[in-house]
């Protein structure tokens, strides 16, 4: 048994991982031996004894961000990155098999004879991987079991899997030298779909190819060391973070690549702080400009990364969503110094740019008499999407260590349970447990009866952008406000026109506003755009109340399962 933490000591040189010192065992077969990567296994939104939880489905929107809002939440997968990533640069053969249910892990490991079996899984999934380490031994004795992942952070999680090697931080590095491969050749960035399966307004939406966009992993980590942050504290944390693509000339080859392969033209930038990176993100537009990419991307950005840039420049560089973190304008974190996020945020969905705004419920100063003007200020930034979360001290992040040494720490809270949108797991000075939770839901609920469904404000968003910049000098601009507003003006007319009718019983005011946007686009929009509302709006509606008598027999949505083989020989 061994821990390793590879991708943290590379990290400290802020350089691609190639460092390692001391020993390190090698597998045997080196590049020949076969590797199973999976994810852990579902159903997942439902409540069992490995940890998975109906209130935490496999779904980024509606686990936290839309999920208040019904049958108008933004539904959708997302593939597990890590191991894909991890596949495209070995050239051993290699099998991801993703979202498996028990039944399909057990197949694997039965029909074939795997080198090493290698599974990925978060705080959350630590029964999962167990379960999955002990399938493996009894199902198939000869593989070395590798886990990695943020599972690896749990303090003691040795004692709790049995698992040969535990990679804590990158794991492409670690990978690469384990099958004695180069751990230094150039990331081959693995071709992503970002997400799939989309359904809002109880339709799911077709999936042609070039529909959805690319995801792009420029790096892991981020140097900002909030106390909170996992990522961060994941991949090295204050001052650290790993890069797969140094430089924006690197950037761009591997987006050229997606734009060619997947047929995309907009792309979702996973990385933690994207705009941090300013001299990278520069280059990236000189070169868009040069090659006259129309490029959106989606980026994760802090407040001191976006106000480096001016409007002009982030509209230039294609940024059509951007989630930031505003956590508490009273939290005191380096990252929102001297920002008026209200401003910030209005600024940018002027100049369509959606924002997803992120709050933390539960900080340090938080108390019943204050806590709902907070959670009232951060409402009223009225955000495109907004994210609410539980602060909660994450095993290997900074706020961990210091609530353990502060006794503050809940001993008798499952990890299935630490995800930040059930309840506190620590002691909070002034907020009970079972409140912590009550002012959450109520965070997400304030926030759609106030603002409205999130598609209706990404619509508006988009307007405003369009309208902005539909004349605009450089064309690459032009042409992408003028794409998504041909492509989407009829299907959101349409759609706001169900919204209007379907939001009467939760706000009237809104449903107001709904129907005022909805004129306004009438007045953007082509013909198409104009006619189609009276005829796709009353199907939206129709399918929009269906969807809320499913969920209200508890309907669920999982994932598919996939299984992709590359450099794959029989055994
Ligand atoms: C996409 C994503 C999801 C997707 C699903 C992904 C999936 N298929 O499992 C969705 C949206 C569904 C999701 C859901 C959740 N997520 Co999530 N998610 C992410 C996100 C944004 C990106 C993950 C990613 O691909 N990163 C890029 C890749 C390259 O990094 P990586 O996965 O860490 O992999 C690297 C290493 O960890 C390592 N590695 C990983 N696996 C393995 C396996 C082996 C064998 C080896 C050797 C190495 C290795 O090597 C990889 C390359 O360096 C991260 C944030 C982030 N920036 O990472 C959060 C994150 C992973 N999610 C998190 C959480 C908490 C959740 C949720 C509980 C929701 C919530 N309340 O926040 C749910 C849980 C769902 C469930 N039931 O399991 C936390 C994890 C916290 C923790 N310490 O455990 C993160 C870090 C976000 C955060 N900052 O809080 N998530
Ligand atoms: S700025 Fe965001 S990603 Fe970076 S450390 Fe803070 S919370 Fe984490």
């Not at 979202?99 to 599974?119: E, M, S």
């Not at 002990?134 to 593989?143: A, D, I, K, N, V």
């Not at 961060?232 to 797969?244: C, E, M, P, R």
């Not at 009970?432 to 598609?455: H, I, M, T, V, Y």
Request: glycine share 8%.
């Amino acid at each position: 048994m061994e821990t390793c933490t590879s991708g943290v000591d590379a990290s400290l040189l802020n350089i691609h991982p190639g460092v390692h010192s001391g020993s390190f065992a090698k597998h045997p077969k080196g590049s020949q031996a076969r590797i199973l990567l999976s994810s852990v296994f579902g159903p997942y939104a439902q409540d069992d004894e490995f940890g998975s939880r109906s209130i935490n489905p496999m779904e980024l929107y509606h686990n936290q961000v839309t999920r208040a809002q019904g049958s108008f939440s933004l539904r959708m997968f997302h593939r597990s990155w890590g191991i894909m990533m991890i596949q495209a640069n070995v050239s051993a053969p290699c099998a991801v098999l993703d979202f498996p249910t028990r039944d399909d892990f057990a197949r694997q490991l039965k029909t074939n004879q795997y080198d090493v079996v290698g599974i990925t899984g978060i705080i959350v999934n630590v029964a999962k991987v167990r379960e999955m380490c002990r399938m493996t031994r009894e199902l198939s004795p000869q593989s070395v079991i590798v886990v990695g992942g943020h599972v690896a952070a749990i303090p003691g999680i040795e004692k709790m899997i049995d698992a040969d090697h535990i990679v804590k931080g990158e794991g492409v590095s670690w990978m690469r030298r384990y099958l004695g491969e180069d751990e230094s050749a150039p990331i081959r960035h693995p071709a992503i779909v970002s997400g799939m399966r989309t359904r809002i307004m109880g339709i799911r939406l077709p999936e042609r190819k070039g529909a959805t966009a690319a995801t792009i992993i420029p790096s892991v980590g981020c140097p900002m060391g909030c106390n909170f942050c996992t990522t961060s504290a994941f991949f090295g944390g204050k001052g650290k973070f790993v890069n797969f693509y140094e430089t924006g000339d690197e950037l761009f080859a591997v987006m050229s690549r997606m734009e060619e392969e997947l047929k995309v033209s907009s792309f979702f930038v996973m990385d933690e702080n994207f705009l941090l990176h300013r001299e990278r993100a520069m280059r990236l537009l000189e070169l868009m400009k040069e090659g006259h990419k129309s490029w959106a991307l989606s980026v994760f950005a802090s407040a001191n990364a976006i106000r480096k840039y001016t409007m002009q420049e982030l509209v230039e560089l294609g940024v059509s969503w951007l989630w930031m973190g505003l956590e508490s304008p009273r939290a005191g974190y380096t990252k929102l110094q001297g920002s008026d996020t209200r401003q910030l945020t209005r600024e940018l969905r002027e100049h369509g740019i959606r924002v997803q705004g992120s709050t933390i419920i539960g900080l340090e100063h938080h108390t019943p008499d204050n806590i709902v003007s907070e959670i009232e200020h951060a409402v009223s930034h009225d955000t495109d999407f907004h994210q609410f979360m539980l602060y909660t001290p994450v095993p290997g992040t900074p706020l961990y260590q210091q609530m353990k040494e502060e006794g503050r720490l809940l001993s008798d809270v499952d990890y299935a349970d630490v995800h930040g949108q059930f309840k506190f797991n620590f002691k909070h000075a002034a907020i009970s447990r079972e409140d912590s939770k009550r002012f959450l839901d109520w965070a997400f609920w304030r926030d759609f009866q106030l603002n409205g469904p999130s598609l209706y404000r990404i619509s508006r968003t988009l307007l405003a952008g369009f309208k902005r910049y539909k004349d605009y000098p450089d064309a690459r601009v032009r042409e992408r406000f003028t794409r998504e507003m041909g492509k989407l003006s009829g299907v959101y007319s349409s759609a706001l026109w169900a919204m209007e009718r379907q939001f009467r019983k939760v706000d009237r005011n809104v449903s107001e506003q709904i129907r005022a946007l909805r004129q306004e686009f009438k007045q953007e929009s082509g013909f198409m755009g104009r006619m189609l509302p009276a005829l796709l709006g009353p199907i939206l509606l129709w399918t929009t109340r269906r969807e809320e008598k499913r969920l209200a027999r508890g309907k669920t949505y999982e994932p598919p399962t996939i299984l992709e083989r590359s450099n794959w020989v029989e055994a």
